[in-house]
């Protein structure tokens, strides 16, 4: 067991070395993005830079979407109903989309992110503060992973607040043009990371006690 920052620090490390290889679709709302903002930019002209941002930005945000929904449905469909999970889905899949499809600015692109990750952590941090771990449940329904739920919760708060903060300071310290690419690397960055603090909570806590 280890107890020791140093020793957690060292196995978190230690577990890039050991996760599996990406799928290549995760690739694709990036690839999206990179592709379409340049090709925008030139079509619309110098003075529709915002617009081509966003539209290029909805494109590749409907691409991730797109990716990810069937997932997503499946989440739901252990907590609701089949009639509440499409109309969630609906609402999760169109309502960011409807929102910047009305906006001309990069900004609105860039909070949408930062909302994404106030959402999903002020979920988990719900279930934290109840505790329940249904929400982790779904992410992991596989029955040798329900000893590891009550910290999986706590691991996906710190999680994804530390990803707002990341955000938002590169909205803050950056131009749009080159958040464009950390939006475009994001889900590797995010994919890797995340695998590495479950398995980090997997071999911390075998017993299912708070880290």
């Known amino acids: 067991m280890y107890r020791h920052p140093t020793d957690l620090i060292r196995l978190f490390l230690s577990l890039f070395q050991d996760l599996p290889a990406v799928s290549r679709t995760i690739y694709l709302p990036g690839a999206a993005l990179l592709l379409g903002y340049p090709v925008l930019a030139v079509v619309l002209g110098p003075d529709h830079s915002g617009e081509a941002f966003v539209t290029a930005f909805i494109l590749a945000l409907a691409v991730r979407i797109g990716i990810g929904f069937e997932g997503m449905v499946r989440r739901m469909l252990t907590r609701y109903s089949a009639p509440q999970t499409v109309l969630l889905a609906l609402c999760f899949a169109g309502l960011p989309l409807l929102v910047l499809a009305g906006a001309d600015d990069p900004i609105w692109c860039q909070r949408m992110q930062s909302a994404f990750y106030v959402i999903v952590g002020g979920i988990f941090l719900m279930d934290v503060l109840k505790e329940r771990t249904a929400t982790a449940a779904s992410f992991w329904p596989d029955s040798e992973m329900r000893a590891h739920l009550p910290n999986l919760t706590r691991m996906m708060v710190v999680?994804?607040?530390?990803?707002?903060?990341?955000?938002?300071?590169?909205?803050?310290?950056?131009?749009?043009?080159?958040?464009?690419?950390?939006?475009?690397?994001?889900?590797?960055?995010?994919?890797?990371i995340l695998r590495a603090m479950v398995l980090t909570v997997i071999n911390l806590d075998d017993d299912a006690h708070p880290v």
Request: charged content about 10%; proline content about 3%.
């Open 159 to 192: 999680y994804n607040f530390a990803f707002l903060l990341l955000n938002e300071t590169l909205i803050k310290a950056v131009d749009a043009s080159h958040w464009l690419l950390f939006w475009a690397i994001l889900p590797v960055i995010g994919h890797t």
